[in-house]
């Protein structure tokens, strides 16, 4: 139900946008996230924003990436400049949503993307 796109190998300093769009019968969307996950490493978030806009992100991207979404098109951005070597990861994005299944049901919960590998070389 959740598609992300836009990763990519680019130099440090670089840029990349990264979409997230979702699919399906949705009624609504409360909230967005974006993690990611290296090597090694645990899943950690990066930015998150609500229904109403307010958005916050992780204080190692604070001033290089920014969160936005459209609601129009059940999509979430992640726009990321001066990229850096340790921002290499699989991103994921996710999201708290309500919809409706085939039975005409609202199913609320939340939802995750198949990921989009990210990495910077220096």
């Known amino acids: 139900q959740l598609q992300a796109s836009g990763g990519g190998l680019v130099q440090a300093g670089g840029s990349l946008r990264l979409s997230c769009e979702a699919s399906g019968r949705i009624q609504r969307i409360d909230a967005w996230g974006w993690f990611r996950q290296a090597p090694g490493k645990q899943r950690e978030s990066v930015a998150t924003?609500?229904?109403?806009?307010?958005?916050n992100s992780a204080d190692s991207v604070k001033g290089r990436f920014t969160i936005s979404r459209d609601n129009a098109k059940n999509t979430v951005y992640l726009q990321m400049n001066n990229l850096r070597p340790e921002d290499t990861a699989v991103y994921y994005c996710?999201?708290?949503?309500?919809?409706?299944?085939?039975?005409?049901?609202?199913?609320?919960?939340?939802?995750w993307g198949q990921g989009t590998q990210v990495t910077v070389s220096s």
């Open positions: 924003i609500t229904s109403d806009g307010s958005a």
């Open positions: 996710n999201a708290d949503l309500l919809s409706l299944n085939y039975n005409d049901e609202f199913v609320a919960g939340i939802y």
